[in-house]
């Protein structure tokens, strides 16, 4: 078990979601940041989709009432265990009664505790994930509360992580040459052209080429920016349509709107772009008042991030477990 | 090569002088004539000892890999050397692939010597760093 000691409100079970629902009205819910559950998940030899815990709000502070194997991934910031600093993106082992401490990430928006063996949380329509707008799904269909307890899977079948632990390189350096990064600090998301980008002038000019700022009307539904507002040439009424995470909207406002995980599943608004899914971590971890730009992609690159990603991760599995094996054989 | 006669008084002081400022235990040195052997007497030993160093601790590679002081990316300079550092505070990585093994310090101390360069591939059992441990 673990016990929540201190939270914030919006921390919540998550996994990697549920698809597959939406015509029954179901959003995907699922982690903001799917490739820090990922590879959290699958340096400790869990299913790469197992569940974990979503901290947003911070400080946030659990108890282990047994020994476990745990780590902090997503964060740019340094969990404490009883107070003393740990490294983040790395397998530690906690003790019974040992307390971890999420710090507000210095730079980043949200942290993920992956604990070996998973959360032990009934699926619901095949997924652990909290959806908040429905109210079921993850802990009790609702964000963790002080004095929550929550199960941990068995970890019994998994190989040892050595003692002093192990550690992963974080997806932003060793995948620099997949996930560019701007000079002036602007995260660098990409997109391709959606159903309604020749309602805007110039190819989208407008909305491609300024710098957007999440506003403070952000959260895990959708990420509303603020700019100069880009309108479409004509007036259109729309019919309702389907709507999945990284649709981006203008409505009439003309201010987008990025559908996020809990995006609803239909929409009316003129859809600009589509962000590709590979980038879709860099918004989730893209904290309110940062600045962003839209780079147009194609679908060929946007396949190629996916087969280096899906690469890195694979390497993450076999090398972790071919590394506890031989330390396992050398102790 | 010149035979020195070991039955010499003066080659033998000549040898324990040297024996005594080199703080060495004793000599044997076997010839055509015979034996010399040399033990220094427990006072003239405790007098001329050096402080007992404390024992340092050697830091071996637990595997073979990429020898990382700092993690991949990070933008954070190493101190120099000597500098304090906490029992099981990672003092460097291994790197395999994507995967990072972490090198704790097994007792707070001193971190003293690092003997291999960054990004240097070392084997099974290379001595990475050494750890004056402190009370």
Redesign the interface.
């Known amino acids: 078990m673990i016990e929540i000691i201190e939270t914030g409100p919006f921390n919540t079970v998550q996994d990697l979601g549920r698809p597959g629902y939406r015509d029954i009205g179901v959003s995907a819910s699922g982690a903001m940041d799917p490739l820090a559950v990922r590879i959290g998940n699958s340096l400790l030899g869990n299913d790469e989709g197992a569940a974990v815990l979503e901290i947003q709000t911070f400080p946030f502070c659990l108890r282990f009432d047994r020994r476990a194997v745990f780590i902090v991934s997503g964060s740019d910031g340094a969990p404490l265990l009883d107070g003393i600093e740990k490294l983040s993106w790395c397998a530690h082992h906690a003790e019974a009664g040992q307390v971890l401490e999420l710090r507000q990430p210095p730079k980043l928006a949200r942290a993920y505790v992956c604990i070996a063996g998973g959360l032990d949380i009934a699926p619901v329509m095949g997924s652990r994930s909290t959806s908040l707008r429905g109210g079921f799904g993850g802990h009790a269909g609702r964000p963790l509360q002080k004095g929550d307890r929550i199960a941990i899977g068995d970890d019994a079948s998994l190989l040892a992580v050595p003692p002093s632990g192990l550690a992963v390189v974080e997806p932003l350096v060793a995948l620099a040459d997949v996930f560019p990064q701007s000079t002036d600090g602007a995260v660098l998301v990409r997109a391709l052209p959606a159903g309604e980008h020749g309602l805007f002038a110039e190819d989208g000019a407008a909305f491609w080429n300024q710098t957007w700022r999440i506003s403070a009307r952000s959260d895990r539904t959708g990420y509303r920016l603020s700019g100069d507002p880009i309108m479409p040439t004509d007036v259109v009424e729309m019919r309702s349509h389907g709507v999945v995470p990284g649709v981006i909207q203008v409505p009439p406002g003309g201010e987008p709107i990025v559908q996020m995980s809990d995006a609803n599943t239909a929409g009316g608004y003129p859809k600009i772009a589509g962000v590709i899914e590979c980038d879709l971590w860099r918004l989730g971890q893209a904290r309110i008042g940062s600045r962003l730009r839209f780079v147009r992609s194609t679908h060929a690159q946007a396949r190629a991030v996916e087969q280096a990603v899906a690469r890195y991760i694979e390497d993450v599995k076999v090398t972790s477990g071919m590394v506890k094996r031989a330390l396992k054989a050398f102790a | 090569m010149t035979s020195i006669d070991l039955t010499d008084p003066q080659t033998i002081a000549f040898l324990t002088d040297a024996l005594t400022t080199a703080g060495v235990d004793g000599v044997e040195i076997s010839g055509p004539s015979g034996t010399l052997r040399i033990i220094m007497s427990a006072e003239e030993k405790v007098s001329h000892a050096a402080p007992a160093p404390s024992p340092a601790l050697s830091i071996k590679a637990?595997?073979a890999g990429i020898f990382c002081p700092p993690?991949?990316?990070s933008s954070e300079v190493p101190a120099d050397l000597p500098r304090t550092v906490a029992a099981?505070q990672?003092l460097g990585?291994l790197?395999?692939?994507?995967?990072?093994?972490?090198?704790?310090a097994p007792k707070a101390g001193l971190l003293t010597r690092q003997f291999v360069e960054a990004g240097a591939l070392v084997g099974?059992g290379d001595t990475l760093f050494q750890i004056e441990p402190q009370s």
């Open positions: 637990p595997m993690r991949p990316g099981g990672a990585f790197r395999l692939g994507p995967v990072l093994l972490p090198l704790a099974f």
